[in-house]
């Protein structure tokens, strides 16, 4: 039986990289500017997607790359908790 849906990564793959930059550049500036919860939401929302993205290349990135990119989603992280709390 063959499945239906393309997998996660075949899905990724064909999604516009302009599209996708633009839709994080918004989030983070909605999540920027935005008061309490909801700003708090949005760059939570962000760090999902950067969660998705991070687990589907980690074997793909180098280790300096890694790094990079985990301190990136830290302060994602730290940003969406300090507009929150």
Known sequence: MQPTQPSWPTRVRRINPT???LAALALM???LFAPGIVGGAA???LAGALVMLLRLTWLAVPPAGRLLRLLVLTLVVAAALAKIF
């Open 29 to 31: 500036l909605v999540g």
């Open 19 to 21: 599209g996708a930059f």
């Open 43 to 45: 760059l939570l929302l």
